[in-house]
């Protein structure tokens, strides 16, 4: 069975860091691009940033570049996302999703959510004093 499990979020203050891990079972990221997304309450799910498979290409949304930094470690099947200088704003459910894709210019472009076939169930970040 595929699967995707998020881990890693939680409560935290303004200013605060969260690291966010997407684990895979059931098969190997190592062909697979990841992107994370976020849903804020009452709005839509939203890409935040991309790795390709090999990890050579990054992007980010404009809100999140300089303070989110996305890696991988295929040797673990898992893909983080370092969050750092967190906002309010920044409060949502987070998810990570799997496309099978093994060239960088994959991520040229910010993640959607229809290029993605592998969804995890979501992990809750809120920034909140």
């Given amino acids: 069975q595929l699967q995707l499990v ?3 979020g939680g409560l935290v203050q303004p200013g ?8 895979a079972s059931g098969f190997t990221l190592d062909y697979y691009a ?4 976020r849903q804020a309450p009452g709005k839509e799910r939203e890409g935040v940033s991309c790795i390709s498979s090999s ?3 990054t992007n980010y949304a ?4 300089g303070r989110f930094t996305i890696s991988r470690d295929n040797a673990k099947n898992t893909v983080y996302l370092q969050m750092n200088s967190l906002k309010p704003e920044d409060t949502g459910v987070y998810y990570c999703a799997a496309a099978w894709n093994r060239y960088a210019t994959f991520c040229t472009d910010l993640p959607q ?6 969804w995890g169930q979501g992990t809750h970040v809120t920034v909140s004093s």
């Fill in 34 to 37: 990841i992107g994370w997304f």
């Fill in 6 to 8: 998020e881990s890693g």
């Fill in 16 to 23: 605060g860091s969260l690291r966010l891990s997407c684990a």
């Fill in 55 to 57: 990890g050579g290409s």
């Fill in 113 to 118: 959510t229809g290029r993605y076939a592998y």
């Fill in 62 to 65: 404009d809100s999140v570049k």
